[in-house]
């Protein structure tokens, strides 16, 4: 799985501004490579509770989560483990003070994996829903 390069500094811009609450959203990708974030409405500041309201959105095909934790420590917690577990096969965190060296990326064990980024080029797409 490789991330492009935009869609990560949109991730890591978000997460800064939405800092000192946290930033959730799922993973979408195309072939093998994330190429956006669907923001979940509703994001409260407890870790917790924003990655529970990540996981109930229905129907929206997803390759694995995002979530900020402005404190810096980007370690999983219990509850990200518990629910890395059930969706998704990557799971990035993204720490204070959320530049290229403050993220990292977990499978759906926990395990640190290596996310290559990289440059994709953006076309026009209007047809994202369809087909589904
Ligand atoms: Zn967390």
Same mark, same amino acid.
């Given at each position: 799985?490789?991330? @492009? ?6 991730i890591?811009? %978000?997460?800064? /501004?939405?800092a000192?609450?946290? =930033? @959730? +959203?799922m993973?979408?990708?195309? +072939?093998?490579i ?16 924003? %990655?529970?309201?990540?996981f ?11 979530? /900020? ?6 370690t999983?917690? +219990?509850?990200?483990?518990?629910? =890395?577990?059930?969706? +998704?096969? %990557? ?6 003070? =959320? ?11 926990? %395990? ?9 080029? !953006?076309k *026009? *797409?209007?047809? !994202?829903?369809?087909?589904e």
């Amino acid at each position: 799985m490789k991330i @492009a390069r935009e869609t990560l500094q949109f991730i890591l811009e %978000v997460c800064k /501004s939405s800092a000192p609450l946290e =930033f @959730a +959203g799922m993973l979408s990708a195309r +072939g093998d490579i994330i190429t956006e974030v669907v923001v979940v409405p509703g994001t409260e500041s407890s870790d917790e509770s924003a %990655v529970m309201e990540l996981f109930m959105l229905p129907n929206i095909h997803t390759v694995g989560s995002v979530h /900020s934790h402005p404190s810096g420590n980007i370690t999983p917690s +219990g509850a990200d483990l518990e629910l =890395f577990s059930k969706k +998704g096969i %990557v799971h990035i965190i993204a720490g204070a003070p =959320f530049d290229s060296g403050s993220w990292k990326c977990y499978d759906k064990d926990g %395990v640190q994996v290596k996310l290559e980024v990289v440059d994709y080029e !953006f076309k *026009e *797409e209007n047809d !994202f829903e369809s087909g589904e």
